[in-house]
């Protein structure tokens, strides 16, 4: 077994992950079986508790584990299925050893950070790195990269690297090499590469007892071969040892660029490596044809993401991601939206319209509409907004857990007319409860309790449109990650009113598939199919909404779920909103937002004799004779402007 430790220095967030993958893509690509691990520093026993804003998303892996997003990439680049134990935390390590002093294993030995400490990592280590991660559970790694969370210095970090300090020296020198990424700052004020904080980094680290054999300097723009010199110089390894990492267009560029910097002939002399395939072979050829296609993507698809974490884009990473592999595949540039669910509910008019009328023309101007997962009562209305504004307006719309979950409750609301409809999750004592909790997952802790893990689901419909996306599956494997259901009383009641379950599990207790018959796309999935989607391979919810959304998802499917130059067209046949449409939805309070008919000529020409040169006004707003929405002044509006916001385009406060 050989061994590739990647380290960080200067700062955390510089990439670690995303190089870490892309060491093993290479070497995928050579032949050689390979498998990551990744060392989170913290105290936590898994990433399942953690709040989106502070750590990103949670990842979730088929056994179930709750781990960092990291390992989604490691997922995605290497195309391998790992385990929560290839997610190392403080807490699971102090966990290990405090269970086995309290049993007697350490024979009334004081127990210690080191040795007992750090033995107990390098055994998690070497166990994890012969797990079989490919389809074939008889094969063997041959190559584990590790990945060390933070940056060197860190103090939660120390007996990690001490335990790779004594490690290195365990497993031999020609099975160990230490891969250090370092910033090298380029400011804008000098236009030179600055080198001295890779300097001081990697002498920290050699302080430590581990002297980098690799170093990889990302900065803004390209680097010279003098900086290089000067880094191999100061850092103690050869020029051809310092690999420089630039920003590039996307993230598959990132093998491509280490490929063509000998990157494949040094790990072969460093680790004494046997290559089946001396050069990548066909599949790196993939990665090369997926990188140039990012780069020539022109057309441009706008999706609206409607959560209750948008600040960060990481509480979205995977979802994301998925979106991205299906619009890649379908030969268009991915725009994502995002809209803070809240923004949407009728209770921000009254505290900004500003910020509400903007999340409103953000939706409406958006191709398509995904609700993902979620937890806790802020923003649900709004996700039921966008359900209701999706399912009424013909608009792709795809909920995931959460998501399908306020679907369901907006149907019921206002085509079962249950108006007390809700989840027990918000409102426990609803007279309506049409998302219930799974008593054997509500057990009163929180970590690791939930429904998680891939789990069966079963399409009971032949004709549902989501089986035919999959390949005309009977059934499917996907991930899960939940708590709450939709409540089995309902669902003969929704299904007689239009809302067809189409997938359910295994016992055929639980619903995991909704569809809306006759509508372009509107789809709701209670797993998670963004853990599942590949660079090469999308995942079918996703490709869905995305060739909905560009008005592919018909051509699509009668050419029997093959896509070709010939089946896209370079027009969308997505049509914008009508005025007719537009006008109905501010009439009903809803939305307001500039209207714009340029794209639809003959719909906006048949309603011009009832909305055209009109004005409509209600709460203080009006469509001017130009099509442009106006709010009259009030308070909110006062304020926001001695704040200094501005207001937002085609809004003018009067």
Not at 104 to 113: M, P, R
């Amino acid at each position: 077994m050989k061994y590739i430790l990647v380290t960080g220095g200067v700062i955390s967030g510089i990439g670690k992950g995303v190089i870490a993958s892309s060491f093993g893509t290479i070497l995928k690509c050579c032949g050689i079986s390979v498998t990551s691990i990744k060392i989170d520093p913290y105290i936590n026993i898994d990433a399942g508790t953690f709040s989106p804003y502070e750590h990103g998303e949670v990842y979730v892996l088929d056994d179930g584990g709750e781990v960092d997003l990291d390992l989604g990439n490691y997922e995605r680049f290497l195309d391998v299925t790992l385990h929560s134990e290839n997610n190392i935390t403080t807490g699971k390590i102090y966990l290990d050893v405090i269970r086995k002093e309290r049993v007697g294993d350490y024979l009334g030995k004081t127990v210690q950070v080191v040795p007992h400490i750090t033995d107990a990592i390098q055994e998690w280590v070497e166990r994890v790195a012969n797990q079989p991660v490919n389809k074939k559970e008889d094969e063997k790694p041959e190559v584990c990269i590790i990945e060390l969370g933070g940056t060197i210095g860190d103090i939660e970090g120390m007996p990690f690297v001490e335990a790779f300090r004594q490690f290195q020296f365990r497993v031999g020198r020609e099975n160990f090499c230490c891969a250090h990424v370092s910033l090298v700052p380029q400011p804008r004020s000098t236009g030179e590469s600055k080198t001295k904080p890779t300097q001081s980094s990697v002498r920290e680290l050699r302080g430590l007892g581990l002297s980098p054999d690799l170093i990889i300097c990302r900065s803004e723009l390209p680097i010279g071969n003098d900086v290089k010199d000067k880094i191999s110089n100061f850092c103690h390894v050869r020029p051809e040892e310092v690999i420089c990492i630039h920003d590039l267009t996307s993230i598959y560029h990132v093998p491509i660029l280490l490929e063509s910097q000998g990157i494949v002939e040094y790990f072969k002399e460093r680790l004494q490596l046997d290559l089946p395939l001396p050069r990548p072979n066909r599949f790196m050829q993939k990665w090369y044809d997926l990188a140039k296609r990012v780069d020539q993507l022109r057309k441009e698809v706008n999706i609206a993401l409607v959560g209750k974490y948008t600040k960060l884009e990481d509480a979205y990473t995977s979802v994301i991601k998925a979106l991205q592999h299906a619009s890649i595949l379908a030969g268009y540039r991915l725009k994502v939206n995002y809209i803070s669910a809240s923004d949407l509910e009728t209770e921000m008019k009254l505290q900004n319209p500003v910020l509400y009328h903007e999340a409103w023309q953000k939706l409406c101007k958006s191709n398509g509409v995904i609700v993902p997962g979620g937890f806790g009562s802020r923003g649900m209305e709004g996700k039921i907004e966008a359900c209701q504004w999706c399912r009424e307006m013909n608009k792709p719309f795809l909920g995931i857990c959460l998501g399908l979950q306020a679907a369901v409750i907006e149907y019921a609301r206002n085509v079962l007319k249950l108006q007390n409809a809700n989840t027990t999750e918000i409102d426990p004592s609803t007279k309506d409860p049409l998302v219930i909790d799974m008593p054997e997952h509500h057990t009163g802790t929180l970590g690791g309790t939930m429904r998680l893990g891939k789990r069966t689901t079963i399409f009971k419909d032949k004709d549902s449109l989501l089986r035919k996306l999959y390949g005309g599956k009977d059934e499917i494997e996907e991930r899960h990650r939940h708590r709450y259901e939709v409540n089995p009383d309902y669902v003969q009641q929704l299904e007689e009113n239009g809302l067809k379950f189409v997938g359910h599990d295994s016992e055929k207790v639980r619903m995991e598939v909704i569809e809306l018959p006759d509508h372009p796309y509107y789809v709701g999935v209670q797993y998670h199919p963004e853990y599942l989607s590949r660079p090469l391979n999308p995942s079918p919810p996703f490709l869905g909404l995305i060739l909905a959304s560009v008005g592919q998802l018909g051509n699509y499917i009668s050419h029997g779920c093959r896509l070709s130059p010939k089946n896209l067209s370079d027009e969308s046949e997505d049509e914008e909103l009508t005025v007719k449409s537009l006008s109905a939805k501010i009439l009903q309070g809803k939305s307001h937002y500039e209207l714009n008919n340029t794209s639809d000529k003959a719909d906006s020409s048949s309603a011009s004799s009832d909305v055209e040169n009109s004005i409509v006004q209600m709460n203080g707003i009006k469509i001017n004779e130009n099509g442009v929405l106006e709010i009259s002044k009030n308070d909110d509006c006062e304020n926001k402007e001695q704040d200094g916001s501005k207001n937002i385009e085609n809004i003018n406060c009067k």
